[in-house]
């Protein structure tokens, strides 16, 4: 039996997500951490989106999320073969591995927010996906426009970062060119150089974390491949806050261990819809096509006999 998880990224979290939480005891401690960071009421809030799009409020919520999530899980499914996670999913995923604790992660997803807050302090700065062009294409377009490539999704999809007039040029030329663009709910240019600052200072504040070596198998973003070395893994989650996410990579070495079935552990599925694309004789679902930890444990152990 060969389990996969994916810890979903920034830009998915609505009002409506994983309501079955509120229900497991499991997730109950961490729900508890949630609302002392957000307050009680980050639920409610969430159908505002000046609020909910707040790097402070997303990175720390999804996180937490997440966690809480497998929480509820663990005790019904086998150990994760293989983990990876999404832009901030990365730190859900290194506690789900056993790199650090779910405090630590909390911890680290509110000072990693802040981070990148300052690096983008006076800039008005975004995310553009884009679907439908190839890769050379792209790169013409981030030099054209003086962007970055953010995050590499598969042959036809990336997302593209950087000032937000450039990507509203980039956007009118590529929707011309045939491409669908979307901007996304993330107010940063996550991943691209103009995080630099960022990433600096928060590989400074990853220096003092205790890490441990994972008991699963940990792909990480900046070298689309598995990593367990704390010192590599520190570097690594730090440079990823600047640097291109290689998630296509991410993909490709999860479905290399032969894993059966892939389950997105976060808000939406995302996740979920590239990973089908990719590999669509290997089935993936995400919890937040459920309303319960029960039908999830039942659906991943039905796929996994």
């Not at 949630?34 to 989106?49: E, M």
């Not at 999804?62 to 999530?69: E, K, V, W």
């Not at 499914?77 to 790199?99: D, I, K, Q, R």
């Amino acid at each position: 039996m060969s389990l996969a998880l994916l810890f979903s990224g920034q830009g998915t979290q609505h009002a409506t997500m994983l309501p079955w939480l509120e229900a497991c005891p499991e997730a109950a401690p961490t729900l508890a951490r949630i609302s002392a960071q957000l307050g009680a009421d980050w639920r409610t809030r969430l159908a505002d989106p000046e609020w909910s799009q707040r790097n402070a409020v997303a990175q720390p919520l999804l996180t937490g999320l997440g966690l809480a999530a497998w929480q509820s899980l663990a005790p019904r499914l086998p150990l994760p073969t293989v983990v990876a996670g999404y832009s901030v999913g990365e730190l859900a995923a290194f506690c789900a591995a056993g790199v650090f604790d779910v405090v630590q992660a909390m911890a680290l997803a509110g000072d990693r927010a802040a981070a990148m807050d300052r690096s983008a302090d006076g800039l008005d700065t975004g995310l553009l996906s884009v679907q439908g062009l190839d890769a050379k294409s792209l790169l013409v377009a981030c030099e054209r426009h003086g962007l970055s490539l953010a995050l590499r999704l598969a042959a036809d999809r990336a997302v593209l970062g950087g000032l937000s007039a450039a990507l509203v040029l980039a956007e009118r030329d590529l929707s011309a060119a045939g491409a669908r663009c979307t901007r996304l709910q993330v107010r940063v240019a996550s991943h691209t150089p103009w995080m630099s600052a960022a990433a600096v200072e928060f590989e400074a504040r990853l220096g003092a974390v205790a890490m441990s070596s994972p008991h699963s198998i940990l792909v990480c973003n900046h070298s689309g491949a598995p990593e367990r070395e704390p010192g590599r893994l520190k570097h690594l989650l730090a440079r990823q806050i600047a640097t291109t996410v290689l998630w296509d990579s991410c993909m490709d070495a999860i479905a290399e261990r032969r894993v059966r079935c892939v389950l997105e552990v976060g808000a939406g599925n995302a996740l979920t819809n590239l990973w089908r694309e990719r590999y669509p004789d290997i089935p993936a679902r995400s919890v937040d096509e459920f309303r319960s930890e029960r039908a999830i444990a039942r659906w991943v152990n039905t796929v996994l006999r």
